[in-house]
């Protein structure tokens, strides 16, 4: 580790994680754009959404398995590749198998920015700082879904097209790849690097826990906010302004996570995150107009610090599973998500058939189904509420490194 880390490597991190955010906030954007272009049913676009987080786990694991020998610098390359090579050809589709490989590429290359970034820092800093700075990297997700959200709701009203939009996500990816350009990236430690040693880590109860929470931690945050064009479309109230608002609110909500994590640790975080982002999905599943940023608020204030300190309670609390104890985590995240993303599309298309059998139609029929897929959606941070209290007690008993 260097005494002084390039503090450009973080930079060129945080845009690459740009790219992915955008890659999530203006695909949401044109969802409805793309189910009425190529007349897709919400399963089908729930499929396409589902290859973002297929993808993101399969380079997520490879790359952190891979980590110790290939390094930061030739993950990231590969990264880059995905990135362009998905914009391309999600512009050049033509339909639904065209929208499912492309957005598989785009995937791989956000799953590769996670695999070398979280470690490369993680590495490079420690402790407080290493929090600060995991959280403030992982701040320019949400950051970068209210740029990209914005971006996409501008360009929706002046009817500049889908594939306009698209190329939007080619002006971060360019520009990480510029400020990495020539950079000497740190060589993985040693102590950390061994594949074995991070397996052996791997095998115990904390760690099998801690991956089990990562699967709903994700969808309670994704989940919400990759079907809110649709979910929120009939409420009263905007919905990429209900997605920027949360985003931005996250944004603000990650630049002091390290603080938060200093006072409460991160058990304590995320038990009060869990706590708020139950009662933030609740309120999107029951009011309609003003109030649904009102529950906006309160969902940001939830998932605001889940990733980066699931993360970060990997990086601190079990150090020796390395950059592949991280991937992992973050991988059953992204996994979980695919899973569910067309099993959600698939509620709404049910929850249409009960609405409209029960005489409703139109914007009132949008809303119901809205509104009842919003409510078999609290049941993920529900259940958290109880794992993360566990987890609160069980390093209170036990609170040495795992």
């Not at 090579?85 to 589709?93: D, H, K, W």
């Amino acid at each position: 580790m260097s005494d002084q880390p390039n503090i450009r490597l973080f930079y060129g991190s945080c845009f690459a994680l740009i790219t992915t955010a955008f890659s999530f906030s203006i695909r949401a954007g044109i969802l409805p754009e793309l189910g009425t272009t190529f007349n897709l049913t919400a399963e089908q676009l729930g499929f396409i959404n589902s290859m973002w987080f297929v993808g993101f786990p399969i380079s997520m694991v490879l790359g952190g398995i891979f980590y110790g020998s290939l390094g930061p610098k030739k993950i990231m390359i590969f990264a880059f590749i995905s990135h362009t090579l998905g914009i391309i050809l999600t512009v050049f589709s033509g339909g639904y198998i065209g929208l499912l490989v492309s957005t598989l590429f785009i995937g791989l290359g956000n799953g590769c920015t996670e695999a070398a970034c979280n470690p490369m820092i993680a590495a490079s800093y420690s402790g407080k700082q290493m929090n600060t700075l995991l959280n403030r990297f992982h701040m320019w997700f949400p950051g970068g879904i209210v740029l990209g959200s914005l971006i996409s709701f501008a360009m929706t009203k002046m009817n500049l097209g889908w594939e306009a939009q698209i190329w939007i996500i080619l002006i971060p990816t360019v520009i990480y790849a510029y400020v990495f350009y020539g950079q000497e990236f740190p060589e993985p430690k040693k102590e950390i690097a061994s594949l074995s040693e991070n397996l052996k880590a791997m095998a115990t109860p904390l760690f099998i826990f801690i991956g089990i929470c990562m699967t709903l931690t994700a969808i309670s945050e994704f989940g919400p906010q990759q079907w809110t064009g649709i979910i929120m479309a009939k409420s009263g109230a905007e919905p990429m302004v209900i997605l920027a608002l949360v985003t931005g609110l996250m944004a603000v909500g990650r630049y002091f996570g390290g603080e938060f994590v200093h006072k409460f640790d991160q058990t304590g975080v995320l038990l009060g995150s869990a706590v708020f982002t139950t009662i933030g999905i609740f309120l999107f599943s029951t009011q309609t107009g003003p109030m649904a940023y009102v529950a906006a608020i309160f969902f940001a204030m939830g998932v605001c610090y889940f990733w980066p300190n699931m993360i970060g309670f990997a990086a601190e609390k079990m150090p020796l599973t390395g950059a592949i104890g991280m991937s992992i985590i973050g991988a059953l995240g992204m996994f979980s998500t695919s899973i569910w993303q067309p099993i959600i599309g698939g509620w709404i298309d049910s929850a249409k058939e009960k609405a409209s059998a029960a005489g409703l139609e139109g914007d009132a029929l949008e809303l119901a189904a809205g509104q009842s897929t919003l409510q078999t959606m609290i049941m993920f941070p529900a259940i958290l509420i109880v794992l993360f209290t566990i987890l609160f007690f069980w390093m209170k008993k036990k609170p040495a490194t795992a």
